[in-house]
């Protein structure tokens, strides 16, 4: 069954209305929760007066700072900070519940709401209205006023680059160097130096950030909308003080994440804390424009990209120094450095990433963080130095292609990087290319060719499984992993069909539900890898105890967890993008005409599935270089985002996309897992965004370096 296009098992549920999401869970007696945001960025909150609001009919009550609970963290208890600034831990200080998958970054809550007076920035959570009707709460929630004392905010990160931090405090975070970066650089026969800036963008998932939260005395049910339920079960755990057994997270469908549904934000606390308060089911569901304040975006950086190189093309020196925004209530640091840590050879390194703390709300992990950005600054970086050389840029590549990892000189447990190469530019024509810029026409269009590198970590974490053989010879495989719409439900039928021997039809995979075996978060790219590797195991389990005994139903039960063999290896999927532009010459306008992307990542479980998750990553690779941008206001007396709507807030519709042709360059990887696959959800983006500015440039001879690549830039 492994590698067959198989149709989603989910797929009909969706189309029809049968799949249930978050906030469709409409329990009985169930009420309505709207949120009251912040309309200053810095400052306290001197008086919130809910007379009006309390005297709408339905409504059951105004929360706030001035009347909620306290919750236990860390930084309530004096081992730490929380709303009045600084960083905030997993429950367990990023370690693991008992029995439960690594907590990591995702866990670490965001900001704890109404624990205090403090206002980070514009939107910030305040307070809530609980009532009857959603009308009753959305009218209420717009007669709570709110009075402050304002202090003036950070809102430039450019004029605040010198204060610079690394955070969080940790080894991952800090300055890689190799060599001595500075001194080859100065001394190397061709330089490039230049900056390279990102912007804002948001998540927007079809979804929207929802919940339903039910207390049965102390036993309380989280119906949301979320990638991480045992880190949500953890936290939930701790900050309301009760038994972890206590609280269940479900989460079967998931309308889309992209990493911003990895973390328990403020709206999951405030819902919980509502339906305790008022002993009633309570639905919370946040509007579009308060997505664009609450729950994460990619943060804007600024990277400078120096590199030093022979007269042949050979590296001598990579320097990659970027900043990225940040806040005082949150460690999140967009990582832009990782893949220049990873793509090319040189005796010589050094690459950093920082934080700005700005008056902004917090960034999070959007596909591909810190690959995605960092990609396009070194890779644009790398056609520029070729076009300086007068090599050619696939050529450039090769040359300094890396045998080993160049951070660490571990082997690569599997690496096709050169034949993705070879097969992309091929089936793409490369060969093909006039090398001058603005050389290529189609009447009053201009054409042009560009290409870049994807390189994404091949993650693995512990995982568990269950596995039950029914009276009737069906398979029941269960673990608490997430459907996001990746085809997770689908692939896990088809591993444990194939380690059975028996049809996919026969097999069952349940998830999303912290009463089953615990499954890490579904972001890094891990879940195929993670727990793909436990549902195998438990297949071939479940099948020897068939071969021993003669009992019917068979239950077995496995925990999965990387070898330490494994450690020896450096473990990346590797991919290739080709993109062919049009511009038009009078009026700036760009169209991606057509891209040929060839993607090394292992063993393909899923054909269907795996082309889906590859185009969908190119797709919002060419909304992010040429349309995605969340404009910030920087003005102190408004410091706000701005086009916090789908009318304003760019993304591409079916017209923007043309012929995106997907190659599998399919490997052997004896020591990433036991299925051999690795994660391919965030590959698919990462080099798309370079690879389009520089067909941009081979198409006008004007190198943008400021992202999206818009119309006023071209003219």
Not at 271 to 292: E, N, S, T
Not at 594 to 614: D, E, H
Not at 678 to 684: A, C, L, R, S, T
Request: aromatic share 6%; glycine share 8%.
């Amino acid at each position: 069954m492994i590698g067959e296009g198989r149709d989603r098992v989910d797929g009909r549920p969706k189309v029809t209305g049968q799949a249930r999401y978050a906030a469709e869970n409409n329990l009985d007696h169930l009420v309505h929760a709207v949120v009251v945001m912040s309309t200053i960025p810095a400052g306290t909150i001197k008086a919130i007066d809910t007379a009006a609001a309390k005297k709408v009919p339905g409504v059951l009550t105004v929360m706030s700072h001035l009347n909620a609970p306290k919750l236990n963290f860390p930084g309530s208890a004096g081992g730490g900070r929380n709303e009045t600034g600084g960083p905030t831990r997993s429950p367990s200080g990023g370690g693991a519940a008992p029995g439960g998958p690594p907590a990591g970054n995702y866990a670490e809550p965001k900001l704890i709401p109404f624990q205090s007076n403090a206002v980070h920035y514009t939107g910030q959570q305040i307070a809530v209205v609980v009532a009857d009707t959603l009308e009753h709460a959305t009218h209420a929630a717009s007669l709570v006023k709110v009075t402050y004392d304002a202090a003036t905010p950070r809102t430039d990160m450019q004029a605040l680059r010198a204060e610079a931090i690394v955070k969080p405090p940790g080894p991952q975070s800090q300055p890689f160097t190799k060599g001595d970066p500075q001194a080859a650089f100065a001394s190397a026969p061709v330089k490039l130096d230049q900056v390279y800036r990102t912007p804002y963008q948001h998540h927007n998932m079809l979804e929207a950030h929802s919940l339903v939260a039910a207390w049965d005395g102390e036993q309380l049910t989280l119906h949301d909308s979320a990638q991480n339920i045992f880190a949500t079960r953890q936290t939930l755990s701790r900050a309301f003080e009760v038994p972890l057994q206590n609280v269940r997270v479900l989460s079967p469908y998931v309308g889309g994440a992209f990493g911003a549904k990895g973390s328990a934000w403020p709206h999951v606390f405030i819902g919980v804390m509502a339906a305790r308060a008022v002993k009633r089911p309570v639905k919370l569901w946040l509007p579009r424009r308060q997505l664009f304040f609450t729950n994460g975006h990619r943060p804007e950086t600024e990277q400078r990209v120096a590199l030093g190189a022979t007269q042949e093309g050979k590296l001598v020196s990579i320097i990659h120094d970027c900043i990225c925004q940040g806040n005082a209530v949150n460690d999140y640091n967009e990582r832009s450095t990782r893949p220049t840590r990873t793509l090319y050879a040189t005796p010589n390194m050094y690459a950093v990433h920082k934080v700005v703390e700005l008056n902004v709300s917090s960034g999070t992990y959007m596909r591909a963080p810190g690959e995605n950005p960092g990609g396009f600054a070194l890779e644009s970086a790398l056609d520029e130095l070729a076009w300086k050389l007068n090599v050619d840029p696939v050529e450039l590549r090769l040359i300094n292609h890396a045998d080993v990892n160049p951070s660490d000189g571990k082997p690569w447990s599997s690496k096709s990087l050169k034949e993705c190469y070879a097969r992309a530019a091929e089936r793409f024509g490369w060969a093909n290319r006039k090398r001058e810029p603005r050389s290529m026409r189609d009447g009053r269009t201009l054409i042009g060719y560009g290409m870049a590198t994807a390189t994404y970590p091949a993650h693995r974490a512990p995982a568990s499984a269950k596995g039950v053989l029914n009276a009737d010879g069906t398979v029941v495989i269960s673990s608490g992993s997430h459907e996001m719409g990746c085809g997770t439900a689908t692939i896990m039928a088809q591993v444990a069909a194939d380690a059975l021997g028996i049809p996919a039809s026969r097999v069952q995979f349940l998830y999303g539900d912290t009463t089953l075996p615990t499954a890490p978060i579904s972001a890094g790219s891990m879940t195929a890898s993670s727990v793909g590797a436990a549902v195998h195991e438990v297949a071939l389990a479940l099948k020897k105890r068939m071969a021993e005994s003669s009992e019917r139903p068979l239950e077995v039960r496995v925990d999965s967890k990387p070898e330490e063999s494994a450690q020896q290896y450096s473990m990346h999927a590797f991919g290739a993008h080709f993109a062919e532009v049009g511009v038009d010459q009078d009026l700036g306008i760009v169209r991606v005409r057509r891209m040929v992307s060839a993607f090394a990542a292992g063993k393909v479980l899923n054909a269907k599935t795996a082309r889906s998750q590859y185009l969908g990553g190119i797709v919002q690779g060419i909304s992010a270089a040429l349309m995605e941008q969340t404009h910030f206001d920087k003005r102190p007396s408004i410091a706000s985002f701005t086009n916090v709507n789908f009318g304003e807030y760019l993304v591409p519709v079916n017209a923007d996309i043309r012929n995106l042709d997907i190659l599998f360059v399919e490997e052997n990887d004896p020591y990433i897992n036991p299925i051999g696959a690795k994660g391919i959800g965030e590959i698919g983006i990462v080099g798309v965004m370079p690879a389009i500015a520089n067909a941009v440039y081979h198409a006008t001879g004007k190198r943008i370096r400021d992202l999206p690549i818009t119309i006023e830039k071209l003219l």
